[in-house]
């Protein structure tokens, strides 16, 4: 059996078909290749500009150090002394000391001129090629210098042949006369070496240009001292005129340009010298303060790397796509199959679909039932956390009126004084109104205002004490809060001759709390301290505030008989007290706890080392940045 052979028609219609192919596969590899050194042309432009920024960032960071030597040396006294008489004094003394500062500032050399621009002393006076004698009027730094300036200047040294930056500052022996002039010069000079070696780490060649186009900087050293661009015959002649750069011819670099991409950046080859036959990408920036540019060249390399590899996957790509059209009609001949199977799973899947969303509706309903009894248990539990702390407010504000009441009868004996002198200074008010003294009656009635005044202060106090606290936090001054204490046993103190003794520091210390539930605990912590003192002779309370990093801590001492070992560990637990039966409950210490643990603090107790118990509250400290409420201020709103 014979095939038979493929008409002329289909013939032409594959051939047509493959040449379309192949330019098709022409047009995606050129295509793909563009967008691809486009692509790595601007990431390769982003790396340079960075690597330029830092460069010319750390070019004027090492020029711009020693700006403020020359000034600093020409003000010293030894040179002005110096320069006054240099034909009666010995240099020597003057050029240690000049080469004692270039050893310490890292600098090339430091030399002094005298108004006509002879050097008169100088750092390298002992070297060959030493400075002294040489005559400098024609450098820019001396001309800016004798101007009253400070100069700037860079060029290759006379004697050192090396390239170096030049910093002068002028002299002034006399500068009160309005037509004073400097008389001398004061001139350091600094290396490029060090800047140039730091760029050899980099994967780039970098240069420095000045106004003429002159490369007086570079990575690589064939190109120091060449010029971007040919110099005319009149530029060359006028920058050996200055001698900035001596003799050196200055020939053209051989860098030419071969695609400009922007202002500031272009494509560019070299034609001649150590960088022919590479292209870089060439990135100009301008150096501020000096009138330079720097100059970056980044090898092209990774740019025709990136094409390669794109133009390869671009046309791997391609082939996929080829082949895929190729085997696209066996898809057809399964198209129906596949539908005929899709559609025996569409009716599984319903089936199975409809199957889950019943097995869902029950579990739901599991679900909401569960849920229910879960928000249920949840209010209940809402509740009995209310009454909780409705029991410990309670219990707070119990103990704060218990202790009121151990108050009761000192603030009894500092109303009836004022009470006694009240009536006394009133009889008395009224005999000078029956005698017609109308000022020694007004005398008397002013001193009835101050102790009314008094005493409304005392049961100001009282009822500062015995109000309920807020739950908001503020910042608390803590000497504030210990004087308010002291002021709740003003007559306890007095009677039982305490004597109080306050350590913080003359700075006010803040803290972050609640003023009424700390001023409670402080309460009762001195409270406790003056029972406990009750048998001592010389009863002595101690009141400490110290700063502890991010926390004060607050202390209350007394040199009572302490507190048994054995107690020690259950002196804060509910209802557990040292007193004797019926002189307390045993919550007040407890309370404080709880209370100071609320506020993000810590209580703590321990006997002290010449006796005496002592307890130590730790609160977060604050800088006092709210607007805090002292305890005046919170007294004169109760």
Same mark, same amino acid.
């Given at each position: 059996? @014979?095939?038979?052979?493929?008409?002329?028609?289909?013939?032409?219609?594959?051939?047509?078909?493959?040449?379309?192919?192949?330019?098709?596969?022409?047009?995606?590899?050129?295509? @793909?290749?563009?967008?691809?050194? !486009?692509?790595?042309?601007?990431?390769?432009?982003?790396?340079?500009?960075?690597?330029?920024?830092?460069?010319?960032?750390?070019?004027?960071?090492?020029?711009?150090?020693?700006?403020?030597?020359?000034?600093? #040396?020409?003000?010293? !006294? =030894?040179?002005?002394?110096?320069?006054?008489?240099?034909?009666?004094?010995?240099?020597?003394?003057?050029?240690?000391?000049?080469?004692?500062?270039? =050893?310490?500032?890292?600098?090339?050399?430091?030399?002094?001129?005298?108004?006509?621009?002879?050097?008169?002393?100088?750092?390298?006076?002992?070297?060959?090629?030493?400075?002294?004698?040489?005559?400098?009027?024609?450098?820019?730094?001396?001309?800016?210098?004798?101007?009253?300036?400070?100069?700037?200047?860079?060029?290759?040294?006379?004697?050192?042949?090396?390239?170096?930056?030049?910093?002068?500052?002028?002299?002034?022996?006399?500068?009160?006369?309005?037509?004073?002039?400097?008389?001398? %010069?004061? %001139?350091?000079?600094?290396?490029?070496?060090?800047?140039?070696?730091?760029?050899?780490?980099?994967?780039?060649?970098?240069?420095?240009?000045?106004?003429?186009? %002159?490369?007086?900087?570079?990575?690589?050293?064939?190109?120091?001292?060449?010029?971007?661009?040919?110099?005319?015959?009149?530029?060359?002649?006028?920058?050996?005129?200055?001698?900035?750069?001596?003799?050196?011819?200055?020939?053209?670099?051989?860098?030419?340009?071969?695609?400009?991409?922007?202002?500031?950046?272009?494509?560019?080859?070299?034609?001649?010298?150590?960088?022919?036959?590479?292209?870089? *990408?060439?990135?100009?920036?301008?150096?501020?303060?000096?009138?330079?540019?720097?100059?970056?060249?980044?090898? #092209?390399?990774?740019?025709?790397?990136?094409?390669?590899?794109?133009?390869?996957?671009?046309?791997?790509?391609?082939?996929?796509?080829?082949?895929?059209?190729?085997?696209?009609?066996?898809?057809?001949?399964?198209?129906?199959?596949?539908?005929?199977?899709?559609?025996?799973?569409?009716?599984? *899947?319903?089936?199975?679909?409809?199957?889950?969303?019943?097995?869902?509706? =029950?579990?739901?309903?599991?679900?909401?039932?569960?849920?229910?009894? *879960?928000?249920?248990?949840?209010?209940?539990?809402?509740?009995?956390?209310?009454?909780?702390?409705?029991?410990?407010?309670?219990?707070?504000?119990?103990?704060?009126?218990?202790?009121?009441?151990?108050?009761?009868?000192?603030?009894?004996?500092?109303?009836?004084?004022?009470?006694?002198?009240?009536?006394?200074?009133?009889?008395?008010?009224?005999?000078?109104?029956?005698?017609?003294?109308?000022?020694?009656?007004?005398?008397?009635?002013?001193?009835?205002?101050?102790?009314?005044?008094?005493?409304?202060?005392?049961?100001?106090?009282?009822?500062?004490?015995?109000?309920?606290?807020?739950?908001?936090?503020?910042?608390?001054?803590?000497?504030?809060?210990?004087?308010?204490?002291?002021?709740?046993?003003?007559?306890?103190?007095?009677?039982?001759?305490?004597?109080?003794?306050?350590?913080?520091? !003359?700075?006010?210390?803040?803290?972050?709390?609640?003023?009424?539930?700390? !001023?409670?605990?402080? %309460?009762?912590?001195?409270?406790?301290?003056?029972? =406990?003192?009750?048998?001592?002779?010389?009863?002595?309370?101690?009141?400490?505030?110290?700063?502890?990093?991010?926390?004060?801590?607050?202390?209350?001492?007394?040199?009572?008989?302490?507190?048994?070992?054995?107690?020690?560990?259950?002196?804060?637990?509910?209802?557990?007290?040292?007193?004797?039966?019926?002189?307390?409950?045993?919550?007040?210490?407890?309370?404080?706890?709880?209370?100071?643990?609320? #506020?993000?603090?810590?209580?703590?107790?321990?006997?002290?080392?010449?006796?005496?118990?002592?307890?130590?509250?730790? *609160?977060?400290?604050?800088?006092?940045?709210?607007?805090?409420?002292?305890?005046?201020?919170?007294?004169?709103?109760?």
């Amino acid at each position: 059996m @014979t095939t038979a052979s493929p008409s002329p028609r289909r013939r032409r219609l594959r051939l047509l078909l493959a040449l379309i192919g192949l330019a098709g596969l022409a047009l995606c590899l050129w295509q @793909t290749a563009q967008v691809a050194r !486009e692509q790595a042309l601007q990431a390769l432009r982003d790396d340079a500009e960075n690597e330029l920024r830092l460069s010319v960032a750390g070019l004027t960071g090492h020029l711009s150090r020693h700006d403020y030597l020359p000034e600093l #040396l020409a003000s010293r !006294e =030894a040179v002005k002394r110096f320069l006054a008489t240099p034909a009666q004094q010995d240099p020597m003394p003057l050029n240690r000391l000049l080469d004692r500062f270039r =050893a310490t500032a890292d600098v090339s050399d430091i030399y002094l001129l005298d108004r006509h621009g002879d050097t008169l002393a100088a750092s390298n006076w002992h070297r060959e090629s030493t400075f002294i004698g040489e005559n400098y009027s024609f450098r820019r730094y001396y001309q800016d210098a004798m101007q009253g300036q400070k100069g700037r200047f860079f060029g290759l040294g006379l004697r050192s042949q090396e390239r170096g930056y030049y910093f002068s500052a002028p002299i002034w022996l006399d500068d009160t006369a309005p037509n004073a002039r400097p008389d001398g %010069v004061m %001139v350091l000079k600094v290396l490029l070496h060090a800047v140039e070696d730091s760029w050899a780490e980099q994967d780039a060649e970098l240069l420095v240009t000045d106004g003429d186009g %002159v490369v007086f900087m570079a990575s690589r050293r064939a190109l120091r001292l060449t010029a971007l661009e040919p110099l005319a015959e009149t530029e060359l002649a006028a920058l050996h005129a200055s001698r900035r750069y001596g003799d050196e011819p200055l020939p053209p670099a051989g860098i030419r340009e071969l695609e400009r991409r922007g202002e500031n950046a272009r494509l560019v080859g070299f034609s001649d010298g150590p960088l022919a036959g590479e292209r870089y *990408l060439s990135l100009t920036r301008p150096v501020p303060g000096f009138g330079w540019d720097m100059h970056i060249l980044k090898p #092209l390399t990774p740019v025709v790397d990136a094409q390669w590899l794109a133009a390869a996957l671009a046309g791997g790509l391609y082939g996929l796509v080829v082949l895929g059209g190729g085997i696209g009609w066996q898809r057809l001949r399964l198209r129906r199959e596949r539908e005929r199977f899709a559609e025996r799973e569409r009716r599984t *899947l319903a089936r199975a679909r409809d199957e889950l969303e019943r097995h869902v509706e =029950a579990r739901t309903r599991d679900l909401t039932a569960t849920n229910r009894r *879960l928000s249920d248990e949840i209010e209940e539990r809402r509740l009995a956390e209310q009454r909780l702390r409705e029991t410990r407010d309670e219990l707070v504000q119990a103990a704060k009126l218990a202790v009121l009441g151990q108050l009761a009868a000192g603030i009894n004996h500092e109303l009836n004084q004022p009470l006694a002198a009240i009536r006394a200074y009133a009889e008395n008010a009224r005999a000078f109104i029956a005698r017609s003294r109308s000022e020694a009656a007004d005398a008397n009635l002013g001193q009835i205002v101050e102790l009314t005044e008094r005493m409304a202060e005392i049961s100001a106090q009282l009822r500062q004490f015995s109000r309920k606290s807020g739950d908001s936090l503020t910042a608390v001054s803590a000497p504030s809060c210990f004087d308010y204490a002291l002021r709740l046993f003003q007559a306890r103190l007095g009677e039982g001759d305490v004597a109080v003794e306050r350590r913080w520091p !003359e700075d006010e210390l803040w803290v972050r709390a609640d003023p009424v539930r700390l !001023e409670q605990v402080l %309460v009762n912590l001195i409270g406790n301290a003056l029972q =406990a003192m009750a048998e001592t002779p010389s009863p002595r309370l101690t009141l400490e505030i110290a700063a502890e990093g991010d926390r004060v801590r607050l202390a209350v001492a007394d040199n009572g008989p302490g507190i048994a070992e054995d107690r020690l560990s259950r002196i804060f637990e509910p209802f557990y007290t040292t007193k004797a039966a019926g002189s307390g409950l045993g919550l007040g210490l407890s309370i404080s706890a709880r209370i100071i643990d609320d #506020l993000g603090g810590r209580l703590e107790v321990a006997n002290g080392a010449e006796g005496g118990a002592r307890f130590t509250i730790s *609160l977060p400290r604050d800088a006092g940045t709210d607007t805090p409420a002292s305890s005046e201020e919170r007294q004169s709103h109760a």
